[in-house]
């Protein structure tokens, strides 16, 4: 456990468990932190060294009042691998994550990682009437304004969208939990600047020039279709494809034996 920083002067908490000759990094998502991981992350430790992080505004790390694009997370991730020299390495990217890692690759290449894992995200969100691979396969541009406004007016309220049918109590329970934990400890103007930032980018040219085996990971009901996953999957040179039945966007959640089954099976 410790904390790197940044040459903005940010802090960035991370903890280092477990061993092994190959390096794992987690990369969480929206209001998330390196704990979003724990489900998994316990048995992945008996087998490799596993890094997890909190991107700023998030979990232990600081919160500056600017920096909220997926620029600065992808500067502050760098800094963080070149500080504690966790090259090559494996990052599995969730969610805001994996646009974070995106951008990390557009920015400085592949030469950090001998594998790449991405879940549940699409290389761009917002929809028109000739494309339908963004989130919900629906949504424009008024819908992400529309969602922006969601957000700003109740962290909560955003954050209760990832309930559903398929899960149990105890699982719509602990998303109850974590709505009002949002609300109540995130700062409100930096966590919305960067789901502004997560609607400003379009990955999908970037896909074809990744030169590392990938697997695309994401449950059948997830928030964005299915159709974009197999889409990134097939645009990446050297990718696989995971979808795991009966699951939403919190597949790790959901179902962390299926996923922590296909991870190692990637990983080798």
């Known amino acids: 456990m410790g904390m790197i920083c940044t040459p903005e002067g940010v802090n960035i908490h991370y903890e280092i468990h477990g061993e092994g000759e190959k390096t794992i990094l987690f990369v ?3 209001f998330g932190s ?6 998994i992350s316990a048995e992945l430790q008996k087998k490799y060294r596993v890094v997890v992080f909190d991107h700023r505004a998030h979990g232990k790390s600081d919160t500056p009042e600017d920096g909220y694009t997926m620029t600065h997370l992808a500067r502050d991730m760098k800094t963080l691998i070149d500080t504690l020299g966790l090259a090559p390495l494996i990052p599995i990217s969730y969610s805001m994550g994996t ?12 030469d950090d990682f001998e594998k790449l894992i991405f879940c549940v995200m699409s290389p761009k969100l917002i929809c028109d009437e000739n494309y339908h691979l963004g989130l919900f396969g629906t949504a424009d541009a008024q819908t992400a304004i ?26 719509q329970t602990a998303v109850r939990e974590t709505a009002k934990m949002v609300a109540d400890s995130f700062k409100h103007g930096q966590i919305l600047r960067l789901l502004i930032g997560m609607f400003e980018h379009d990955f999908w040219p970037l896909l074809e020039k990744v030169d590392r085996p990938a697997l695309v990971l994401a449950g059948e009901n997830d928030i964005y279709p299915v159709a974009c996953h197999e889409e990134v999957s097939r645009r990446l040179p050297d990718g696989k494809l995971v979808i795991v039945e009966n699951c939403g966007h919190l597949v790790m959640y959901e179902r962390p034996d299926i996923c922590m089954d296909a991870f190692q099976k990637f990983i080798g």
């Not at 951008?103 to 592949?110: D, P, S, V």
């Not at 700003?152 to 105890?170: A, C, H, I, K, Q």
Request: hydrophobic share 30%.
């Open 28 to 30: 969480h998502g929206y």
């Open 34 to 39: 390196g704990e979003s991981f724990s489900g």
């Open 99 to 110: 646009h974070v890692l995106w951008r990390y690759i557009e920015m400085y290449g592949t």
């Open 146 to 171: 529309d969602m922006l406004v969601t957000a700003n007016r109740s962290m909560e309220e955003y954050v209760l969208r990832d309930l559903r049918e398929g899960m149990t109590s105890e699982q």
